[in-house]
């Protein structure tokens, strides 16, 4: 998906692992009241791949007010 800021990004555990090995991540936003295991994988790979802004400030309700969807997600990721 793409903002009109022009940002595109992607929402979900699946599709941001995948953007965060491929090495395009610019930002990854977790969850504040996501479950501490699959914060860690997520923190675990956006280190080993660089990824320098890790935000941690919204909950999954909030992020998916910011994505735009209706159920609650852990895990938006810009690229």
Same mark, same amino acid.
């Given at each position: 998906?793409?903002?009109?800021?022009?940002?595109?990004?992607?929402? @979900?555990?699946?599709?941001?692992?995948?953007?965060?090995?491929? @090495?395009?991540?610019?930002?990854?936003?977790?969850? $504040?009241? #996501?479950?501490?295991?699959? +914060?860690? $994988?997520?923190?675990?790979? #956006?280190?080993?791949?660089?990824?320098?802004?890790?935000?941690?400030?919204? +909950?999954? $309700?909030?992020? #998916?007010?910011? #994505?735009? !969807?209706?159920?609650? +997600?852990?895990? !938006? +990721?810009?690229?």
């Amino acid at each position: 998906m793409t903002d009109s800021d022009g940002r595109s990004w992607v929402v @979900g555990r699946n599709q941001s692992l995948r953007i965060i090995r491929a @090495g395009k991540a610019k930002r990854v936003i977790l969850a $504040k009241d #996501a479950e501490p295991s699959f +914060t860690a $994988k997520i923190l675990s790979e #956006a280190r080993k791949a660089g990824v320098v802004e890790i935000d941690t400030s919204y +909950t999954s $309700k909030q992020l #998916a007010e910011k #994505a735009g !969807i209706d159920v609650p +997600t852990a895990i !938006i +990721t810009e690229y």
